[in-house]
């Protein structure tokens, strides 16, 4: 049975190159950036685990942090001309690709929706993150760019990012509290709301969300917390079957994609054999691991 990963990374080389000429000390800060499946596809063939497609999307590497408005897009529409060339020439390893935006070019990254989203299949939707030039998701200054998406039913891949005011970042806790925050903001917001066919695949298992959901259910208005159950979530937890089962239990395993953070997470290439065996362990049938491994992608992105 063929699995897809709906939630892999890379860092592509032409674009790797431009970014390392914006900040040559991209490695050192972000040191995860050195792994080489992440840039090089003999590599990343090599590595693949038997049986899996992946749908890719950049590591957070935004040049709308370097660069203005412009110059920015252009940089992103290069990138999305590399993602879209490398998965049509790897299309038997990648299930489709994710495309990048420059949050500070709007008018610019609608016409990217539009005009390379839009027309090219392999390109499922678009990656977005948890803060934008130091501003929440939410804020109304990205309105318009979730609008169009959920006008034209083009799901958005949802990163973290670190938020710069806080001193103790850390990739263990702080992306998991900053996803969880986003989330609250946009159901805040009113985005399920105002626009219900908006899709939000979140990474890491919906983050926080599970584990708190009797604060959520006793805390916020009905309609709020009932709109924290319309996000997607992958798998990407590293194992942890009973983690999973929460996760399962609380968004529905029709709002569960497998996705494992590739080659990110375990040396050499990800953790896809453990994140596989922990849904192979869950207290679920066969048809409903089957929906998560590969049946709820179809329905979502496919069809």
Known sequence: MEKIDVFAHVLLPDFYQRMLMLDKELPQKMPFIQNPVL???????????RGVKQVISYVNTNPEDYMTGKMAALLVKKANEELLWTVK???DIFAGGVAMLAMNNIEESLKIIEEFVLPNPE?????LFTRHLGKSLADEEFKLIIEKLAQHHVPIWLHPVFDDRKPDNNIIFSWEYELTQTMLELVQAGYFQEFPDLKMIVHHAGA?????????????PAEQAADFRKFYVDTAI???????????DYYGVDHVLFGTDAPLGLAPAGATKV???????????????????????????RD
Request: net charge neutral; aromatic share 6%.
């Open 123 to 127: 390109i499922l939707g678009v990656q």
């Open 238 to 248: 590293l194992g942890n079957s009973k983690a999973l089962e929460l996760c399962v």
């Open 208 to 220: 926080m969300v599970p584990y708190f959901a009797g604060r959520i259910e006793h805390i916020l």
């Open 39 to 49: 840039t090089d596809m003999t590599k990343r063939r090599a590595a693949m685990p």
């Open 275 to 301: 994140i596989i065996e922990a849904i192979e362990a869950l207290n679920i049938s066969s048809e409903d691991k089957d929906k998560i491994f590969r049946t709820n992608y179809h329905r979502l992105l």
């Open 89 to 91: 020439e790897n299309s």
